[in-house]
């Protein structure tokens, strides 16, 4: 499935969440992580994040889709990380 | 359509994007909006945000989504702006 992360991480801890998220997705923006992952990769994914943020404090959406059919992708401005060289 | 927006932009202008893109899309966690929105509006945001933003230096990225079908949010940690008040 197709995943974007978004992430809002005190200062204290944004080190090892990038970390974490980088083994797993695309660094696209400034805590902006997307990418192709199984379910499996996507649940290693957020244990490893909950064992490093404080969850009373920290702040992570994910947004899974099964397809990227129906989805389009626009650029304003500039484009951090050009993600088609991944694809 | 469904879209979520985020946006890296340099700190002298994101009062004003934030300002644009509450217009019209809901604040939910640091540089990250999502909601409901109309082609003619997302084509409004988009002219408005390129008029306040240094489009050389900054980034916005936008996911647009035909059907929310086939996709998923989950929220690791806290919720900053609980959504479903507004669906």
Redesign the interface.
């Given at each position: 499935m197709y995943t974007?992360l978004?992430?809002?991480v005190n200062e204290k801890r944004v080190a090892k969440a990038l970390k974490v998220c980088r083994k797993y997705l695309n660094w696209?923006?400034?805590?902006?992580f997307e990418g192709e992952i199984s379910e499996a990769k996507l649940k290693k994914l957020?244990f490893e994040?909950?064992q490093k943020?404080?969850?009373?404090?920290?702040?992570?959406?994910?947004?899974?889709?099964?397809?990227r059919?129906?989805?389009?992708?626009?650029?304003?401005?500039?484009?951090?990380n050009n993600l088609d060289r991944f694809i």
């Open positions: 974007i978004v992430y809002d696209v923006q400034n805590s902006v957020k994040l909950s943020l404080n969850l009373e404090e920290d702040s992570v959406i994910i947004y899974n889709f099964q397809s059919l129906y989805s389009q992708r626009e650029i304003l401005g500039v484009e951090k």
